[in-house]
């Protein structure tokens, strides 16, 4: 028996970036001789063992047959003859297919670090077309380390996306890898590279539809839209943004997209066309309600936002109550980093002054002085509660308009 670090945290430890996880691989044994060493069974599809004193887990090594579509399309072979080399041929990439002894010997059979010293992403063998779910990997990676991908390697993946393979990728896996990637220093690399194999037109049309869009040169010397979205996704990452913000970031023009007559009819308003296709995009990929509703709403008010300086008190005020700023305030800041953002993410615009997000704070700040206690218990017609409420907030923000 003998055991090896495998994976990422041979990786990374050649790249010279911390190693969070480590993957082991155990050659020569098998599970009766490792649950009699005390190790735990925890792999129902795998032959996965937990270590009895450290907890971490112990793969034993295997070779895979494609049996049917998807990442779960698979029937997987473990014994005691199946050799290092043979585990590490199942791997996706070559620079995860490198193996490391307890001695810090290496095992680099496919070539792996020479393709981490040149940053190319290839693929180990043609088995990668197998898994779909190794095209969002690779294009996490993309983005993780601004690696390229190999010309065959592309050639391959757009092969995947031609036979269809794509197709039968799990929304819930598309957004598990979608969410790892936007938490990357540069997610927009993850698009790049899902725009070039032909996956994203197919994962997320609605985003891929954005290339293309002409705008305005004046505002936008980027001139197209996918490549301003990406400027702006890529300058929430520099700010080290939640989850959330990257993703509505991500979404803030989708009322820009081109999209056929039956999807959307022509004369929906681009306000309305965005959250339509908001809501399209996270009911298919089953996204999470707060990244859901957060890029919904910057969708629908980041226009307002960025014109806050010339609206009127009442107008303002609308703008707190359709974004529910008053219950909440934190949801209401990262709406106003979505704007900033979106405002930044503009050709020599990267360090604009933003007086807006500012602006509206401060004009909430003042909103929030009125006492609904009060004013409830002053009217004598219950009825009237909310109108006088909302007559007192805007004279608070008129008021605060003028002081400013």
Request: glycine letters at 6%; charged letters at 25%; one cysteine or more.
């Amino acid at each position: 028996m003998k055991v090896y670090r495998v994976g990422g945290a041979v990786r990374d430890r050649l790249l010279g970036l911390a190693v969070k996880d480590i993957d082991w691989v155990v050659v020569g044994s098998t599970a009766k001789a490792m649950q009699a060493q005390g190790y735990t069974p925890v792999g129902k599809d795998f032959p996965v063992f937990l270590h009895p004193k450290t907890h971490q887990e112990y793969a034993l090594a295997r070779t895979e047959r494609k049996s049917g579509h998807g990442y779960k399309g698979f029937t997987v072979f473990a014994s005691e003859d199946v050799t290092l080399e043979e585990d590490l041929l199942r791997r996706d990439l070559t620079i995860n297919a490198i193996a490391e002894d307890e001695n810090g010997q290496l095992t680099d059979p496919f070539n792996g670090q020479a393709d981490l010293k040149a940053k190319l992403l290839r693929h180990v063998s043609p088995a990668f077309s197998e898994d779909p779910v190794r095209i969002l990997r690779l294009a996490r990676f993309a983005a993780r380390f601004s690696f390229d991908v190999a010309p065959e390697t592309l050639i391959l993946m757009q092969d995947m996306v031609s036979s269809g393979e794509v197709d039968h990728l799990v929304a819930e896996r598309v957004w598990q890898e979608f969410a790892k990637g936007l938490m990357e220093d540069t997610p927009s690399k993850m698009f790049e590279m899902l725009r070039r194999s032909g996956a994203l037109a197919r994962i997320a049309p609605e985003i891929d539809a954005l290339w293309g869009v002409p705008q305005r040169a004046d505002y936008h010397p980027e001139i197209d839209t996918g490549v301003h979205v990406m400027m702006v996704l890529d300058y929430s990452a520099s700010q080290k943004w939640p989850l959330t913000t990257r993703f509505a970031a991500l979404c803030h023009d989708l009322g820009k997209a081109i999209t056929p007559a039956h999807i959307l009819p022509k004369h929906i308003g681009h306000e309305a066309r965005g959250v339509a296709l908001v809501e399209a995009l996270c009911e298919r990929l089953r996204v999470p309600s707060d990244c859901r509703d957060l890029a919904r709403m910057v969708c629908r008010e980041h226009t307002h936002v960025h014109t806050a300086l010339q609206q009127r008190p009442a107008t303002v005020l609308e703008v707190f109550q359709r974004c529910d700023a008053f219950r909440k305030p934190e949801r209401f800041q990262e709406i106003l980093n979505a704007c900033l953002a979106d405002a930044r993410g503009r050709t020599n615009f990267e360090n604009c002054d933003y007086p807006q997000a500012d602006y509206l704070l401060k004009l909430l700040a003042a909103a929030n002085t009125v006492n609904n206690g009060e004013i409830a218990l002053s009217c004598t017609d219950k009825t009237q509660i909310p109108e006088r409420i909302k007559q007192a907030r805007i004279a608070a923000i008129k008021n605060q308009i003028i002081a400013l």
